[in-house]
């Protein structure tokens, strides 16, 4: 394991810089890379999803295909299992016109004991410009961006971050409900060793969302308090008033040791059924990350059913993530893809 693998950052938590603010105009676009959100301003969330919501107007047109990325080389670096992250991934990339690598760690040299730096680094003498990175350690896309001269995208560091992830929530949400300041969001399920929660948490209360945390209480500590959200443990009351639930599987590759008895314990007194359905808005979102665990967190028909928007989050996230592959690459805002 290498030095910067900081075990310790997996539970650093440090209040929101941003809070409760008004749309701002969208400004110009300068960063390198996509690391996460803890760090990006809320201009620069605004102007990934107003990028976004150009390159979903792309999406729907004939032709899906631009040429912003021709020429350019991306690798797909992905050293820890995904469906949706990685095709989705894939699939922008494609549609930007760059030529794409997916790299196969299982056929890779890093089983012979070469270390992520190195191997990064020997891609790069390849001449990429790219890289979109998931690794189990929190830190590592930080790490690449430092030794590397291209641009790292991470797309899910261990429990740390998983910014592209929330940047599609994010969309998700306006799209539905037409803004996300003032709204109730609840986060429901394994927020302690959960990527997506944190990054979620830093957009949405930047937003200017109202957070509500719940859980069992060995996997939702009151530190997460200090990030600006509400903590609770009496599931009917945080999903009561929520415009959205969001709800994530129990992490168990990344647990250490058994934070709740059963699965099925934890189905009766968390998992969204349709006893606690009835007690939410009639106009609540239930939304999911994915993958999702039928019958633990959530009813296999309440995953199916209308208020579900599992599914177009999966859609939007492939023009979040063409949006975050054109701006790194350069791009400067929504002003620069054509209609
Ligand atoms: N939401 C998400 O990251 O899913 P994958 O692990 O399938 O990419």
Redesign the pocket.
Known sequence: MEGWAAEAHLFSISPPIHQSNTPLPPMSWQRKHLLDIESLSVEEIITVLDTARAFKAVGQRAIKKVPALRGKTVVNLFIE??????TSFELSEQRLSADVVNFNTEASSLKKGETLKDTARNLEALNIDIIVI?HSASGAPHFLARVLHASVIN??DGAHE?PT?ALLDMFTIREKKGRIEGLNVTILGDILYSR?ARSDIWALTKLGAKVTLCGPSTLVPRVFEQMGCRVTYDVEEAIRDADIINLLRIQHERQRKSMFPSLNEYSSLFGLNKARLALTKPDALIMH???INRGVEIDSQIADCGRSVILEQVTNGLAVRMAALFLVNGGKGPHEVAP
């Open positions: 299992p995904s469906t949706r992250t990685r998931r797309a899910g998983h992830q997506v990350p994915g993958p």
